[in-house]
DNA sequence: GTTTAGGATAACATATGTGTTATCATTTTT
DNA sequence: AAAAATGATAACACATATGTTATCCTAAAC
């Protein structure tokens, strides 16, 4: 529950105790913020995403208030339309 | 060893028509791929990734043999004890 | 050959994501 | 001011992932 803090709440808060939920939520964030900003930068809505990825424009809100945590394959249905795709790599540039 | 190679066949495969389908498929296959191989590079089971990472060996073993697709956070949780994280970037790349 | 360990799987319950449809509040546009 | 567009959200059905517990199968170790 309670999924409906700010962001910097999450960043900062300190029941991110462990490495995994830090970088689970740093992610997350990061994720979001792209996609939106991505979304954005195309001058796409909701709605137009909505038809471009098959993924529907509530499940997009859902996504990107953080109501929800998406399905790597949804996640890539939006990703990929929006010119991005995700890469698994090591887990060692904590930048910023 | 090697009994995962056949993911090779995936990747090749001409039922991915749209393009989206293709780098979902080919971004699956890879994660699981990488997935299995850190897992293994580390030299543990199912078991003890299950142990490190608070995702229970029925659910490690689904992914692994692509039974499933996992949610982000499912995800996260089993890479960064792998010493992986996830990165959100361009569509450029179409390696080899 | 028996034991041990590892991966896969089954069955069921629960949690959560997504689809569907509709609406609301706010902002933008005319 | 009125209309249109946009993001958020509600309610419900449905799909799927995950937990839980147990077991099976195979291969490696002894």
Redesign the pocket.
Known sequence: MEK?RMFDDYINDDNCVTPEEREKINFEVALIGKMIEA??AKGL????LAELS??????I?????M?????ID??LKILVPLGYTLEIVPLQKKPM
């Open positions: 409906h979304r954005e809505s909701q709605r137009e098959g993924v529907k424009q509530p499940a809100a859902r996504m990107e208030s109501k929800s945590t998406p399905q949804t996640l």
